[in-house]
């Protein structure tokens, strides 16, 4: 099983700020990887896939980069809408989740 | 519009069984592989089971394994869960997911609101 583990646990950042979260795969998932942001009580959303591509509605604040074991979320400037709970998946080997990032304002 | 709405969850006792089902609209439903994703409270995101579009392979995590069955119902828009034998462990908020590109192990871009089954006495 591919184990991701994503960092920090918890970011706390102010609006207008740039969020930069992490993502390392146990092993190579080449660039089958794609964020997800939660809100509470909501269903997770996709932002990204394959590494770099923005999901259809997704602002161009939000980027994705990355390949192999390392990849970084990158929000660019901080919408008070954008405090919520990130989530990194892998599809290399079936799926797996990272355990999540929460962002919060400071 | 793409829709995807889950119900059939509930209290269930230890070793009892639920089948969930996950009702599709807005897209070519048998097109696409389905997964079934969890949530316990408080805690990550959980990949359960997936099934393709035809319904001729299902996939299912170790940690249900024998447990529960995916399957679908390409005529009725509608993909389902059946869950045995279930555990405390196993209480979650429950989504199906739709994927985007068609294949199973793949990014789920549309999600359901989710259905909470609860294992308890």
Do not use: H
């Amino acid at each position: 099983e591919i184990v991701l583990t994503q960092s920090p646990a918890t970011l706390s950042l102010s609006p207008g700020e740039r969020a930069t979260l992490s993502c390392r795969a146990s092993q190579s998932v080449n660039s089958y990887l794609a964020w997800y942001q939660q809100k509470p009580g909501q269903a997770p959303r996709l932002l990204i896939y394959d590494a770099s591509n923005r999901a259809t509605g997704i602002p161009a604040r939000f980027s994705g980069s990355g390949s192999g074991t390392d990849f970084t979320l990158t929000i660019s400037s901080l919408e008070p809408e954008d405090f919520a709970v990130y989530y990194c998946q892998q599809r290399s080997n079936w799926i797996t989740f990272g355990q999540g990032t929460r962002l919060e304002i400071k | 519009e793409v829709q995807l709405l889950e119900s059939g969850g509930g209290l269930v006792q230890p070793g009892g069984s639920v089948r969930l089902s996950c009702a599709a609209s807005g897209f070519t439903f048998s097109s696409y592989g389905m997964n079934w994703v969890r949530q316990a409270p408080g805690k990550g995101l959980e990949w359960v089971s997936g099934i393709s579009g035809s319904g001729g392979s299902t996939y299912c995590a170790d940690s249900v394994k024998g447990r529960f069955t995916i399957s679908r119902d390409n005529s009725k828009n509608t993909l389902y869960l059946q869950m045995n034998s279930l555990r405390a462990e196993d209480t979650a908020v429950y989504y199906c997911a739709k994927m985007v590109f068609g294949v199973v192990f793949g990014y789920m871009d549309v999600w359901g609101k989710g259905t909470t089954v609860t294992v308890s006495s």
